[in-house]
């Protein structure tokens, strides 16, 4: 469902509305729904440890359940017993009692504190920022003995199984940013309670229906041998993209490039205070763990000669000291911010985090690695239905960063608000048929807009193009523009069409935000 919500500190606001022609109807009556709710679970690698930074910028825009320390293939803690544990195929080559797992690992609850310090900066910016204390309370340890152990209960595991059994509405995102077992024991918790009893029908169906797993990858084989076998009707996405990993300089376009540089990340990340601080780059002198031979990036200032001589694995190339790292599990949450591109309600819409496509042997997972987005020269870059938002993201990233030591509302930038009076914009229209639209946008900080309309035509499905034209009138702080088009003749009953509308603002730095209206043909 779409989300409305008025921004309470920006008091101001964007009107965007939607008409068709005479026998163009709303698809359905326009209604209000609440944050997206989800839980994070994560594995403490750097790149989690950079995506929870970002992920508490933006959240503000869900409603956070929990924050769980997970386990993974490249991560996992041991019983502290001494047992050791060993599969085949790891980094590790002979049974091990850990691996990778700080002793006093802590890295969610420095995140936590990290924002608890810039939540007085943050939320003069927007009201809606969860107080600290309430991030606090949602910490739990998760499943993180063993690679893939759900033979007990956690923590972390009954938060995941109470919320799902809450009673409240959904879905709930469960992110898996490193492996699933956490989740797939709260799943088993609840199978082992129901099955079996008159009730074990509709608890599997309504927790089927509420849950959508978000995952990078299988880090682990509890959703393969688990979840996908017993809960079958539970979505899970599939949202591992290259963009926001270690290796995004295979991806970025080339005129994106520069949000990778260390002139650019100094200037906008590791620079802005408490979060800035903790923010992992090329050769921080950090380390996960004293002595991790696999994490080499703190210590790159070394050169990959004594690297390799220490005992390093050098298994990605070294870059200028100071640039981006990476961010891998970012594209979890991308499409749960409240940017208007509506990217959480399909895994095949697409938005900040990438796009999916459905598997044609499990209908209820969607991959990543199966979307293709085209350029407006027809080709199809690598990753470009995440890649091709980079820019924007990684601008709003460092608006987020610079409310986060500015207590002045004024002294920074704001995106523009793209919002409806109520409802989904949502439109039926016939084939031949001519569907106008029109928007009206002011920004918070009476920078000045511009916009364009264009088609997402590989998130619709009619494949087909359809010609826009389009014409604007501005004023600072206000913007107006108009567009429409022909449904083409072709155009199959139940195929969608959607079109986007995008605001940028001249601020500094330059935001971006999106309405998306989606036209099914009837």
Known sequence: MARQWIRRSLGTFLLLTVTAGLTATPAEAVTQSPRPRTIVTADPELDDANSLIRYLLYSNEVTTEGLVYASSRFHWKGDGKGTEFFLPGREYTTPQTSWRWARD????????????????????????????????????????????????????????????????????????????????????????????????????????????????????????????????????????????????????????????????????????????????????????????????????????????????????????????????????????????????????????????????????????????????????????????????????????????????????NHRPEVTLPAGRRDLTARPGQKVRLSARATDPDGDALSSRWWQYQEAGSHQGAVEITTEEGAAPGRHSSKASFTVPADARPGSTIHIIVEVKDDGSPALTAYQRIIVTVK
């Open 105 to 412: 690992e802590q890295f969610i609850h420095t995140a936590v504190k990290a924002y608890a310090e810039v939540y007085p900066n943050l939320v003069r910016h927007d009201r809606d920022y969860p107080d600290p204390r309430s991030l606090f309370s949602k910490i739990r340890v998760g499943n993180v003995e063993f690679e893939g152990d759900i033979s007990k209960e956690t923590p972390g595991s009954n938060l995941i199984k109470d919320v799902l059994l809450d009673g409240k509405g959904g879905p709930v995102y469960l992110q898996a940013w490193g492996g699933t077992s956490t989740i797939a024991r709260a799943l088993k918790s609840i199978q082992e309670q129901y099955e079996g009893t008159p009730r074990w029908d509709r608890v599997r169906r309504e927790v089927s229906r509420k849950a959508i797993i978000t995952k990078f990858g299988s880090q682990d084989a509890t959703y393969q041998d688990y979840i996908a076998p017993n809960w079958p009707d539970i979505e899970a996405r599939d949202v591992a993209t290259t963009i926001w990993g270690y290796f995004a300089r295979r991806t970025v376009l080339p005129e994106h490039a520069k949000y990778l540089s260390a002139q650019w990340t100094a200037e906008n990340v590791s620079g802005k205070g408490p979060f800035g601080e903790l923010y992992r780059i090329w050769g921080d002198g950090k380390q996960m763990v004293q002595g991790d031979v696999w994490d080499h990036f703190g210590l790159s200032y070394l050169g990959e000669d004594e690297l390799r001589a220490r005992g390093y694995k050098i298994w990605m190339p070294i870059q200028e000291k100071g640039s981006w790292i990476s961010e891998g599990d970012t594209s979890n949450f991308m499409n749960l911010v409240d940017n208007g591109l509506r990217g959480y309600e399909k895994g095949g819409y697409g938005g900040w985090g990438g796009r999916q496509e459905q598997n044609p042997d499990d209908p209820s997972e969607w991959l990543a690695s199966r979307a293709v987005d085209h350029d407006p020269q027809g080709n199809a870059p690598a990753d470009y239905p995440a890649a091709r938002w980079f820019e924007a993201a990684q601008l709003d990233f460092a608006a987020r960063l610079r409310w986060s030591v500015t207590p002045d509302y004024r002294a920074a």
